[in-house]
């Protein structure tokens, strides 16, 4: 037997997050699990409230009073549990995160060169100097024009682009080996979003870096994912490499957004196919499957099995490519063939999952 | 529903006498928009923009963010007055009338905005929200409610919530409280800036069919703003460009989207993510370099220069007008390849 493989960059396990408010506990990330391994990307999608920011500020140990339960593993480490220090001297210097609005993460009374500087210092202990030349060069290499004047300028003074690189620059100083990103160009315009996406592939490339890119853009998901991460009311709807999500969702929401959006290239003489009703509230979560109320599997079900999705909460189970899973009692019920009912699509993934790893056909 | 349920007197005409009748529902000539800066120089947020709307037509405004379709779709309903430039809304310039003169006119366009629970006020119940345009225009408090319950069906709430607050909708319902209250005077044009921008992608679909249902339905115009350049595609017949103020690109959708001549309007075409992973791997993206500028500071010549791959000596001195060309109007030195 060879060396025990290494563990992979980022492991997350049975994650819980629960936050305790006025109107009651609240369960904001329930059972959820993912990896992310070096020199790739994760996409996370989800609607507003499913979880995605909990889960990624879970993994950067920020959340203030929330119980978190489960594990997180960063190149086999554990993160649950270590102190406030510890966790300090991991982030920057292992993982980064930067945001939707990087004004609310920049200082606006110090300049940009010292923020990144003071980073360096603290993770390196660098000296003054060397550690604002090594601000100016990060700069430059996220693409600011003129970088060691800029470095002089005060965050207002950086367009919205702009500010975002720094964001990234300051993010990627101390060389972390993961790198979540939450929204990072939900506020940005297309065109700059296209910018500061390839600016992200670039240094993952030239870095290895393991990414976290949580958006609600399928379009951004598709352009930039090795993996995808669907979520749903805080759980994982359905994890899949993001060719086969996209080629045949196996979760009838995955299915549902995709159908639902309009394309560049479709038909544009139909109704969209939208999925009716609105997201969940956490404040009382339903005992079976989120996503039930809304589900148009379930809707042409028996009523039997209709009963079940409402009573009996699906948990993620492979389906078929390893490593692909999904949390639905009756996955790939409505890409396998038209014609069948949600029962016998059933039978025949079950018998598909037994074999090896056979592609779903969309 | 049908449209024995739409507003009784859709088809009500303010006093057109002495207009042209070939005339269409809206024609914007020149429209400018000159902000006095605070401490700055004065913006020019909207510079000289002309189209026609006839009725029943959707018009999509796309462009990035602080190009001015914001205050384009504020000019069009006249919460903003214009600089300078017209807004002739069947045959009559609405553009310098006075309050007083313009409330008659009110009820026939109306606005849709992007975030539905701001623009609905937070201590009214739907039924007062809904109603209150109604009761503006003179009608009686029972017949206000009856009504804002048919509206409510219409736009697929359940009537029986009228007596709710917004803060118990969810971002989806509360647009199509913002939708209902729109129709309450059975406008013929609709300006609706991002209507679906704050919403779920999962609940964007929903609102989209329903403005395209009220549509046919109703026989609305709509001029519909937003920055997603697939669901403009989706519910316009025309689309406009803009960029830094101005129309740069005006015409068909199909042909818009299929043959984009002005070359920002390629750049943002290929700028948008296609949600299929297979067809981005093998896509030519064209990356424009730098930011849009600012409309404080407009380039000189053509304001895209700066960004613009295929610009010579001539864009950098001389102001591209709105020139038809492939069946559209493009406003650049060198459209197409
Ligand atoms: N500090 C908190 N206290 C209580 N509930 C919270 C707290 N932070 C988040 N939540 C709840 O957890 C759920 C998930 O929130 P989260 O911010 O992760 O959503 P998201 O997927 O990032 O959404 P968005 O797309 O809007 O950013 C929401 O229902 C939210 O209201
Ligand atoms: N009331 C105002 N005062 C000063 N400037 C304004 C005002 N409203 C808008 N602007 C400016 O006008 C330009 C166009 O704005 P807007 O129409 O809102 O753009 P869009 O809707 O296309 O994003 C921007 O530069 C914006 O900052
Ligand atoms: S478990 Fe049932 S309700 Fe849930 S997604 Fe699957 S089919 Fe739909
Ligand atoms: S006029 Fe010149 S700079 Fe402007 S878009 Fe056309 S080619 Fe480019
Ligand atoms: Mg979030
Ligand atoms: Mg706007």
Redo the contacts between chains.
Sequence with gaps: MAALPEPPLLQVRDLRVTFTTPRGSVRAVDSLGFTVEAGRTLGIVG??GSGKSVTSLAVMGLHRGAEIGGSIALAGQELTGLTERELSRLRGRKMAMIFQDPLSSLHPYYTVGEQIAEHVRVHFGARRAAARRRAVDMLGEVGIPEPARRAGEYPHQF????RQRVMIAMALVCEPDLLIADEPTTAL???????I??LIARLQQERGLGVVMIT????????V?HDVLVMYGGRAAEQAG??EL?AGPAHPYSR???D???????A?DE??????G??PSLLAPAPGCAFAP?CHVAAAATPQQRRRCATERPEPRPYGAARRSAACHFAGADTAATAQTAQTAQTAQTAQTAQTAPEVSP | MTVETGPPDTRARPDRAGTDPAEPLLRVRDLTMTFAGRRSAPVRAVDGVSFDLAAGETLGLVGESGCGKSTTGRMLVRLLEPTSGSVRFDGRDISRLSPRALRPLRRHIQMVFQDPHSSLNPRQTVARIISDPLLVQGASAVDARRRAAELMELVGLIPEHIDRYPHEFSGGQAQRIGIARSLATGPRLIVADEPVSALDVSVQAQIVNLMERLRAELGLAYVFIAHDLSVVRRVSDRVAVMYLGRIVEIGDKKSLYENPQHPYTRALLSAVPLPDPVAERRRERIVLLGDPPSPAAPPSGCTFHPRCAKAQAICRTERPLLQVTASREVACHFPGD
């Design positions: 609607e507003s367009s919205g682009g702009m315009d297309v065109t700059v979003q296209a910018q996406l390839e609600h853009d399928l379009g951004v998901v598709a352009r994912a993001v060719d996209f549902g957004l995709l639902s959006l309009p394309r560049l290239d479709d544009d109704p969209l196919r939208a999925i009716p609105s997201p809304r």
